[in-house]
């Protein structure tokens, strides 16, 4: 039976919704009010509604007006927030990788977390490293900076459009982390630049201090023989070389000629006025002999370079 007007009381049920009406780019769009209060602190707030009084939102000549929100990322996220029973059923939304964006972005603005942290769970599946740390930059995602930084740097085939896309900044600082932890290549050999001090020099052969700090009671305090820059034991860039091999069965272990060393600030042979010292080993029993370096360096890591280059862009 149908309460007729006057035949007891009516109660509201919970599905008995107000709605609101919210002017976007001179389009309104009108919405139940508790889905959003619901989703966002801030909407909660702005619809506050003072006892027995009237409010923006509530007729069309007097909509709420969100400025500087563009429509299209507007009406992404209200297809969040009002899904349908198709969305609801497929676990899944109807929204473009460039609709996600916009809602995620709006999620961040008025704190809907889950919403946002949706937004980043479906975009990392179908972002490129690229992607990732062009738009990890603008949002402030960390994870995306990283894992994209780390995809580029591990791409063999990197494109000049990835690294024009992420911007200079990032380029540059990407660059780099593949020059630093660059990997030899099928042959064991590499030819980019890696510097090290003297102590970082061994003997092939009987593994001792190829450059001892000490020569009886007398430092050693050597000079580059073409420039004759000083050149402390303990300093760890005096020296580099473009010419190494890798040790078999031997972790950061490489084999270097001496006169493939270089002065880190002539860019020659130091060898010339130290062949005496340098290329033969002190401490070996084939004293006399030229004996080939053995090079230890350990390479950084592609995460610990990361954290050094992108220390606030990965810090959520």
Partial sequence: MINQPGQGSQTKSSFYWDHVIIE???????????????????????????????????TDSEPIRLDG?????????????????????????????KEWLGAMKLAAMWEMGHIRLHAIQ???????????????????????????????????????????????????????IRQKTSSLSGDGSSTRRWEFG??????????????????????????????????????????YTEKIKTIPGR???????????????????PL????SIVDRCYSCPQKGKKCMIKLTMTRPSVDEMIMELFPTEVDE
């Fill in 24 to 58: 976007v780019e001179r389009t309104l769009v009108r919405v139940p009010r508790q889905g959003l209060i619901e989703a966002s602190p801030i909407f909660a707030d702005l619809f506050t509604l003072p006892p027995g009084g009237r409010q923006e939102g509530d």
């Fill in 272 to 275: 010339p006025s130290l062949a």
């Fill in 69 to 97: 929100v563009k429509k299209v990322d507007f009406e992404a996220l209200l297809k969040v927030v009002f899904p349908t029973s198709a969305n609801i059923t497929s676990g899944t939304f109807d929204l473009t990788k």
């Fill in 122 to 176: 479906v975009l990392s599946a179908s972002m490129t490293p690229a992607e990732k740390v062009t738009h990890g930059l603008e949002h402030g995602i960390g994870r995306w900076v990283r894992d994209g930084v780390k995809g580029l740097v591990e791409d063999s085939q990197i494109s000049l459009e990835d690294l024009l896309s992420v911007g200079a900044d990032a380029a540059s600082r990407i660059l780099w």
């Fill in 198 to 239: 003297l102590a970082s020099l061994k003997c092939m052969h009987c593994d001792a201090d190829f450059c001892p700090p000490t020569v009886g009671a007398h430092t050693l305090r050597f000079q580059c023989g073409a420039c004759q820059f000083p050149q402390d034991y303990v300093d760890m860039r005096l020296l």
């Fill in 251 to 269: 972790e950061n272990e490489f084999e270097v000629h001496p006169f493939d060393l270089r002065c880190s600030e002539c860019a020659r042979c």
